[in-house]
């Protein structure tokens, strides 16, 4: 094998290490909880500025449930009454846009393929249930 082919293969290992160690080497499953729980918060804060409340994170084979409670966007709060449809109409636009914020921290992070993130929040009791689903099972 000549040394540019060697150099090559070297490079294109080392591009695809930072991968291979995430995807073959998750933490154990309470520091993953954790870290996922972190990650979620850091996303919210980038999005709505503000934190969640209160989280709890599961996980069940190939799905990460992450339920949270999290505090109403003050500025959309003041709209809700009057201009109902705008403020669904934004916060559809921001779910769609935290999901794929969330996926790519998700990929980046810990390696992992996610297939989908399904989300949904309510409002009126600032509940949100967030299911990561995976294309392998974690546990």
Known sequence: MSEEVADIQL???????????????LPPTGV????LAQLNNQV???????????QKVEIMGDKIVIFTEQKRIPAL???D????????????????EFKERLK????????????????????????????ILLDRNLV
């Open 11 to 25: 490079s294109v290992r080392k591009s695809n290490t930072h991968t291979l160690k995430s995807s073959l080497s």
């Open 32 to 35: 993953l909880k954790k870290e």
């Open 44 to 54: 919210s804060q980038e999005m709505y500025g503000i934190g969640v409340k209160k």
């Open 77 to 79: 709060a003041i709209l």
């Open 81 to 96: 009454g009057k201009y109902g449809e705008l403020t669904l109409s934004v916060d559809a636009a921001l779910v769609r």
């Open 104 to 131: 790519n921290h998700v990929e980046m992070q810990f390696g992992l393929k996610v297939r989908s993130i399904l989300k949904d929040y309510d409002p009126g009791t600032e509940a949100a249930c967030i299911v």
